[in-house]
């Protein structure tokens, strides 16, 4: 999951990279990283983790107001049949070469109505 976070004034975003630092020591799983753009991001394992990390750096490492875009989740796909393609991946001077083909690995699990269910 990632968050977009801004400064409300654009005058604390020193304290608010200083906040980003501290809030990365104090939680392990939260990752932060400048984007193209400028926008800061903040990428967490959940919405609770992160409305704590949040928490956290408004009131406690920073002391500052922090505008939050709203929270975004990535899309994952999953393996429901086997590979008919073989992908390969040469590596730097062509000496090896590593072939892998995918397969669902819970063979009793169908796809109904938008879900997995186990049968």
């Given at each position: 999951?990632?968050?977009?976070?801004?400064?409300?004034?654009?005058?604390?975003?020193?304290?608010?990279?200083?906040?980003?630092?501290?809030?990365?020591?104090?939680?392990?799983?939260?990752?932060?990283?400048?984007?193209?753009?400028?926008?800061?991001?903040?990428?967490?394992?959940?919405?609770?983790?992160?409305?704590?990390?949040?928490?956290d750096?408004?009131?406690?490492?920073?002391?500052?107001?922090?505008?939050?875009?709203?929270?975004?989740?990535?899309?994952?796909?999953?393996?429901?049949?086997?590979?008919?393609?073989?992908?390969?991946?040469?590596?730097?001077?062509a000496?090896?070469?590593?072939?892998?083909s995918?397969?669902?690995?819970?063979?009793?699990?169908?796809?109904?109505?938008?879900?997995?269910?186990?049968?």
């Amino acid at each position: 999951m990632k968050l977009s976070i801004e400064p409300l004034n654009p005058a604390d975003l020193p304290k608010m990279v200083e906040g980003l630092r501290r809030v990365s020591k104090a939680y392990p799983m939260v990752k932060t990283r400048v984007e193209e753009s400028g926008e800061h991001v903040l990428f967490g394992t959940g919405e609770l983790y992160l409305d704590c990390v949040m928490h956290d750096l408004r009131h406690v490492f920073s002391d500052i107001e922090i505008k939050v875009a709203d929270p975004s989740v990535g899309f994952r796909e999953t393996i429901a049949e086997t590979s008919s393609i073989k992908c390969y991946a040469e590596v730097r001077y062509a000496k090896d070469l590593f072939f892998c083909s995918m397969y669902c690995i819970y063979s009793q699990w169908k796809y109904s109505s938008g879900a997995f269910v186990s049968y």
